[in-house]
């Protein structure tokens, strides 16, 4: 129940507190719970989702960096690129700019980022 409130709820403000009460318990004894069963924290995941989603749109959207760090749920440009650049290993704008020059079509995942299962599947699923 508290993974699938992370998830349908990354993009917001989230903190510990309010989503441990999602779950009937104190923030100390969800978090330890949350760890065990799911091998990560809860803002492990937040941040690994954030980034995932952040990533996608770097990519696909022509949107400025800092309508990501919106879009995703961050509220300091500076915080996003740092943890970015942290996680990813390259900054926003030039894991963009790889990406793309990658692509011949602007503003779509290059062919070499997607997994050939998954584009499988996309293609299949939408009738292509």
């Not at 709820?9 to 903190?15: E, G, H």
């Not at 969800?30 to 069963?37: D, G, N, S, V």
């Not at 740092?82 to 290059?110: C, D, H, M, N």
């Not at 499988?120 to 939408?126: E, R, T």
Request: hydrophobic share 35%; aromatic share 14%.
């Amino acid at each position: 129940m508290s993974r699938e409130f992370i998830t349908q709820n990354y993009q917001t403000s989230l903190c510990l507190t309010d989503i441990a009460k999602q779950s009937y318990m104190s923030p100390y004894h969800f978090l330890r719970a949350f760890k065990e069963a799911y091998g990560e924290t809860p803002n492990e995941l937040l941040i690994r989702l954030r980034l995932e989603e952040a990533k996608k749109m770097l990519i696909t959207e022509h949107v400025s960096i800092s309508e990501v760090c919106e879009k995703v749920g961050y509220s300091s440009l500076g915080s996003f690129s740092s943890l970015f650049t942290k996680q990813v290993g390259i900054a926003p704008t030039l894991y963009r700019r790889k990406l793309w020059a990658l692509s011949s079509e602007a503003y779509r995942f290059p062919s070499q980022a997607i997994p050939a299962c998954y584009a499988y599947h996309f293609l299949k699923k939408h009738g292509k």
